[in-house]
């Protein structure tokens, strides 16, 4: 059975980082892709970042935020520095096991499998 765990969120000042992990179990990562989503309190759920061969940032975090991959920990995580009030949400990491690439990343409906979140808050 396929799972996500995803961690390392928390509570940071305006300008700060975080990095947050998604332990993907029960698969290979290989190049599927792994998306980060977030959803602030009234607000859809966003895509805010993918990788597989190539990454893709939504431009409310480029240059802010770097997406990588660890294949020997089957993990992927999401480094998030200069941090905003506006980021603040729940972050969800997801997984696509049928197929690679980012071209159409911030659709939740393509993704077989979702982490259960992890609360980040930018506020001073």
């Known amino acids: 059975q396929v799972q996500l765990v995803e961690s390392g969120g928390g509570l940071v000042q305006p300008g700060g980082s975080l990095r947050l992990s998604c332990a993907v179990q029960?698969?290979?990562?290989?190049?599927?892709?792994v998306a980060w989503f977030r959803q602030a309190p009234g607000k859809e759920r966003e895509g805010v970042s993918c990788?597989?061969?190539?990454?893709r940032y939504a431009d409310s975090v480029k240059g802010r935020f770097t997406i990588s991959r660890d294949n020997t920990r089957n993990t992927v995580l999401l480094q998030m520095d200069s941090l905003k009030p506006e980021d603040t949400a729940v972050y969800y990491c997801?997984?696509?096991?049928?197929?690679?690439?980012?071209?159409?990343?911030?659709?939740?409906?393509?993704?077989?499998?979702w982490g259960q979140g992890t609360q980040v808050t930018v506020s001073s």
């Open positions: 997801a997984i696509d096991v049928g197929r690679s690439g980012c071209n159409v990343y911030d659709q939740p409906g393509r993704y077989d499998y």
């Open positions: 990788i597989s061969w190539t990454t």
């Open positions: 029960g698969f290979t990562l290989d190049y599927s892709a």
